[in-house]
């Protein structure tokens, strides 16, 4: 997408989980896409109009990228139907958005349970938004344990939970944090200010665990993610970091590090499924 000129937008429904912002059609026809940021799980767009394309996936949404030839092979159909059909997954029933560009390709946002996100902002907002403000660090820029330490001093909350607040730290969703935890060693469900010590500075478990999370997501980045359900990336591959599951969706499987011996069980924290081996973490 980047580098190219959008000219033309195709909107199938006023919204995905908030309506589309007013006229969103012809404010981004005619401007070229200048780069495209993440923060946390949001996509950052950039027009060179000044202005960015905020999007996030919601729990199901993906861009399918058409390059100039692929599009050509589709027959152009209404706009209220999608002419790509199963090429996005769902025989196009839930293509939302269609963004075409000045060289013939096209990028199709699709989302069958529409919880994604797309809205129009300046550029500079970005840390007034209302979606953005409150997030935490980057896990894999400048983050360590200390900047964790400090976030949950004073954090009855356990562990796992803490994890997945994104003001504690971003991107550090339900899979990973299983897995990390596992590699660290540390019981999910420990209250997270048992691992910082009086002075405020992190134990030796707290700096081992941002030690995993961090090498767990360099790795799922390595394979393309981690595939449950539907999930697939811009090409339609899927992500293959579901083989290297130490303990998430193990349950009753034999726990996997040496010496252990231990069985991976299943527990509910905040309705979400934790996995964990009982012998190992503490």
Known sequence: MVGRIITKVILRREGLRFPFPTDFENKVTGTQVESIRRRAKYLLIDLDDGRIILSHLGMSGRYTLFDNTKVRSYSQTENRISRFGS?????????????????????????PRRFGIM??????????????????????????????????????????????????????????????????????????????????????????LVEKVIEVLHQAVEVGGSSLNDFADVNGTLGYFGHHFQAYDREDGPCLKEGCGGTIERITQSGRSTFLCPRCQR
Request: net charge negative; glycine share 8%; with cysteine.
């Open 87 to 111: 090429a996005t997954g769902f025989d196009g029933r839930h293509d939302h958005v269609e963004f075409q560009f000045d060289d013939g390709s096209a990028a199709v946002y699709t989302d």
């Open 119 to 208: 809205d129009l902002i300046d550029i500079g907002e970005e840390p007034i938004h209302f979606l953005l403000e409150n997030l935490g660090p980057e896990p894999l820029l400048a983050w360590d344990a200390n900047q964790l330490a400090k976030a949950l001093k004073n954090k009855s909350t356990n562990i796992k939970v803490a994890l997945l607040d994104q003001r504690v730290v971003v991107g550090v969703g339900n899979i990973y944090a299983c897995e990390a935890l596992h590699r660290s060693g540390i019981h999910p469900t420990r209250s997270s200010k048992t691992l910082v010590r009086k002075d405020g500075k992190p134990t030796a478990k707290l700096s081992l």
